[in-house]
């Protein structure tokens, strides 16, 4: 009996070998219509109806088979007659070993033995009836008799490829069988499974379900079948188990919603308090940032008066080196004067010496008579000038003598300026030390009033957090309530046995 394995393959086969039945007879076609013997195309294309057929009907039946093991020969036969004028006939017998060999697609040794008988018969018969039509060179016996012995030897081993192969299949067909035996025995096994699992799974569910509706008073009596019987103890014990932790769970809620209502308490006074001390701080902050305001302007304001006296020093510095210089320059010409003075006392002699001359001279022109007189002349000019010279000389002098009284008045009062200047730039010196140490010392004031408004600025900032984080934990608190109150209520569902139902710690109204 042929299996679906068998049946398949040979399918296969049937539909590959018509393929290439149909297109060799195509080649014959067009071949024969080129060499003028359109008999062999149609011929061709007779030979290929019948297994176009059978493939399009998707037959894979002894018939259909016995059809293409024919058909394949006599379409090689038919490529030898189209090739005895081209003397490729004898190369062409090839074809005949290739048909045979591409037969053993199908797995069947039938198809192998009618493919052989078939070559046989049309080398035997046309080579008495029409040898031209086989072998170039006519009638020949022995080499018909030398290609039935080589056809033989490839039939036989295609035959025994075929054998080979349907075995395999069977055995494969035999496997896929065992498997499927296999596959209904597991699922056989696995429907008794389930059904015991849909026993278990029922009185499972149902008390699950009782659990679910708060129940933890009942169990599971009736045992389970097999390993699941662990899973009924195990659920009977959960169950006990359950009911001493939800009895534990209502006790523990109690004391949660009690702490987190002191909680609540303790966190609003918190909350009050650290809100007052966040505006106390805001004040002094606020106070300090004032204070450091006015010490940095005050700062500013002796920074600048020290550098104010600081120049004053220096320019009383410079302007009392300037009076110096003039008192020393009023000193020279103090001396200057004198010196002067001294030099028109030698004009003057020089003045009167030559008016004494002068004076001489006139007196001797006079003895000289009428020769002397133009020498009388000149003595009286020379007299004349020398009287002005001294006149001019007493003048001088005069205005010399007043210039050394005014001098040496302008020198005393230069020396008093001097010594003003001095006294000046001393005290300008003691400002200026007095102001730098005012001033170091408003720094250093300036840089402790600068770190305590850093500082009050710090904890003004960590006020605020905490105000923040007393606001945070209120509202915590209020939530630790509020689920506190909530599983209070969650537990109060739940009926454990011999103990009464949970009840909430404070009234709803207060949770809200």
Request: proline fraction near 2%; aromatic fraction near 4%; hydrophobic fraction near 50%.
């Amino acid at each position: 009996m042929e299996t679906y394995d068998m049946t398949r393959l040979r399918e296969n086969g049937v539909r590959l070998i018509t393929a290439v039945i149909a297109l060799v007879a195509a080649v014959i076609l067009v071949w024969s219509l080129t060499a003028g013997e359109p008999v062999l195309g149609i011929a061709a294309l007779a030979l290929a109806a019948v297994p176009v057929r059978c493939a399009i009907a998707r037959r894979s039946d002894g018939l259909a088979r016995l059809s293409i093991a024919i058909t394949l020969p006599l379409m090689a036969a038919l490529l030898v007659a189209l090739a005895r004028e081209t003397g490729w006939v004898i190369d062409m017998h090839m074809v005949f070993f290739s048909f045979l060999a591409m037969l053993v697609i199908m797995a069947c040794w039938r198809v192998i033995l009618a493919a052989t008988l078939t070559i046989a018969v049309h080398h035997l018969l046309l080579n008495f009836v029409a040898p031209a039509y086989v072998f170039p060179d006519g009638s020949d016996l022995a080499r018909v008799l030398f290609h039935a012995v080589v056809v033989l030897i490839e039939a036989a081993v295609l035959i025994a490829l075929c054998r080979r192969i349907e075995t395999l299949v069977r055995g494969l067909t035999a496997a896929h069988e065992a498997q499927a035996a296999l596959d209904a025995q597991r699922h056989a096994e696995r429907e008794a499974v389930a059904a015991e699992q849909r026993t278990v799974i029922a009185q499972l569910s149902q008390r699950l379900g009782a659990l679910a509706q708060g129940d933890l008073a009942s169990r599971i009596d009736t045992p389970f079948p097999g390993e699941y019987e662990t899973a009924r103890t195990s659920l009977n014990h959960t169950c006990g188990e359950l009911d001493a932790m939800v009895s534990a769970v209502a006790q523990t809620a109690d004391g949660v919603a009690s702490g987190a209502h002191e909680l609540r308490e303790a966190s609003g006074s918190l909350a009050s308090k650290t809100e007052q001390q966040s505006a106390a701080i805001e004040t002094a902050v606020a106070t300090a940032a004032a204070l450091l305001r006015d010490i940095e302007a005050q700062a500013a304001g002796w920074n600048a008066a020290r550098d104010t006296a600081l120049g004053a020093k220096a320019d009383a510095d410079r302007g009392s080196d300037d009076i110096a210089g003039a008192a020393e320059a009023m000193r020279r010409i103090e001396a200057s004067s004198g010196e002067i003075g001294e030099m028109i006392g030698f004009i003057d002699t020089i003045a009167f010496q030559t008016n004494l001359l002068a004076l001489n001279a006139g007196v001797e022109a006079a003895r000289a008579g009428e020769a002397g007189k133009g020498f009388a002349v000149v003595a009286g000019e020379v007299r004349e000038l020398a009287q002005r010279s001294a006149q001019s000389a007493s003048a001088i002098k005069q205005l010399v003598a007043n210039s050394k009284e005014e001098v040496a008045i302008g020198v005393a009062r230069v020396q008093q300026m001097v010594d003003l200047l001095g006294s000046l730039v001393a005290r300008f010196s003691e400002i200026a030390e007095r102001i730098d140490t005012i001033a170091s010392g408003s720094d250093g004031t300036l840089a402790a009033i600068r770190q305590i408004d850093a500082s009050m600025t710090v904890l003004d900032r960590g006020m605020q957090q905490n105000a923040a984080m007393a606001e945070q934990t209120s509202a915590a608190s209020l939530q630790l309530l509020s689920s506190a109150q909530e599983l209070n209520r969650e537990v109060a569902r739940f009926r454990p046995q011999g103990s009464p139902a949970p009840t909430s710690f404070y009234p709803k109204s207060e949770a809200a």
